[in-house]
């Protein structure tokens, strides 16, 4: 069984350029989130999908976007990237079940892409 | 709002020694709370997670978490420390926003396990 898969590991990106991050949820879950951790840091909460709809987003600008496809797995971006952007992002996943929320459900992590902005 | 708390950025221990990291959570609902562990260039790996069912909880690892309501304590401890213990360990508390749920992380404490 496969646990969440994300893509790349490892990037550098050149300050303004578009960076697209991808991630396969652990067979069985529906729900993605994203998190940014940056070096020294606790992870941050970006956003969140369910039902391919951003649902939640954490206290992040607009270039920081997403999409979750019907096999519910999802794509981060970011645009106009920023020194500030460099970071481990980390994707996470849960499943829910007909809509409602199984806060017991465990939410697993990804190993993370590491994005380095120059 | 709730938030969780890491006592010591940087824990040292012998090997064989107790391990003790530190977490206080702030909630105003009965909290979710979770112990995660991160290893050097890796992503995250759940310990343990506290659900509202037993005040401890055993994890993988050895490791284990009492939650004590009275001093909005989770505290993550092992009886004898490993060297292969060393690593990043986050104590995180989940948010029902009532439309998504979140985990809001503490800032990590670094665990040292020396000879």
């Known amino acids: 069984d496969a646990g969440v898969t994300q893509s790349p590991t490892h990037l550098i990106k050149t300050r303004g350029q578009q960076v697209t991050l991808r991630c396969s949820p652990k067979s069985g879950h529906d729900t993605v989130s994203w998190y940014q951790q940056a070096l020294g840091q606790g992870p941050q909460f970006i956003f969140q999908?369910?039902?391919?709809?951003?649902?939640q987003r954490g206290n992040f600008p607009d270039r920081f976007s997403g999409h979750q496809f019907p096999n519910y797995s999802s794509e981060l971006n970011v645009n106009a990237l920023l020194l500030g952007d460099s970071a481990l992002y980390l994707c996470?996943?849960?499943?829910?079940?007909?809509?409602?929320?199984?806060?017991?459900?465990?939410?697993?992590f990804g190993e993370g892409s590491w994005l380095t902005v120059v | 709002a709730q938030s969780v708390t890491q006592l010591g950025s940087h824990v040292s221990v012998s090997e064989g020694a107790l391990v003790l990291l530190r977490c206080n959570y702030s909630s105003s609902v009965p909290p979710y709370l979770f112990w995660y562990v991160q290893y050097p260039n890796q992503g995250l790996q759940l310990l343990l997670k506290?659900?509202?069912?037993?005040?401890l909880v055993k994890g993988i690892n050895g490791f284990e978490a009492e939650f004590k309501k009275s001093e909005t304590s989770f505290h993550l401890t092992k009886p004898s420390a490993h060297m292969s213990d060393a690593a990043e360990y986050f104590c995180a508390v989940l948010l029902n926003t009532g439309t998504a749920s979140k985990l809001t992380f503490g800032t990590g404490t670094r665990l040292q396990v020396t000879l």
């Open positions: 996470a996943s849960s499943r829910e079940d007909r809509g409602i929320q199984f806060l017991g459900n465990t939410i697993y």
């Open positions: 506290y659900t509202s069912a037993a005040t």
């Open positions: 999908y369910y039902e391919e709809e951003e649902r």
